[in-house]
């Protein structure tokens, strides 16, 4: 699920390949805590 958060993420932001930023986003997502400087 995770993973397929972060692809969703990167998608968005218009990358090509995941990044470490994208996991670290969706891990936060997941977590149910506030992403700073979204």
């Known amino acids: 699920r995770i993973l397929r958060l972060a692809r969703t993420i990167?998608?968005?932001?218009?990358?090509?390949?995941?990044?470490t930023a994208h996991l670290t986003e969706a891990?936060?997502?997941?977590?149910g805590e506030r992403v700073v400087g979204r």
Not at 10 to 19: I, M, Q, R, T
Not at 27 to 31: K, P, Q
């Open 10 to 19: 990167a998608d968005l932001a218009g990358a090509e390949s995941l990044a």
């Open 27 to 31: 891990i936060a997502y997941r977590r």
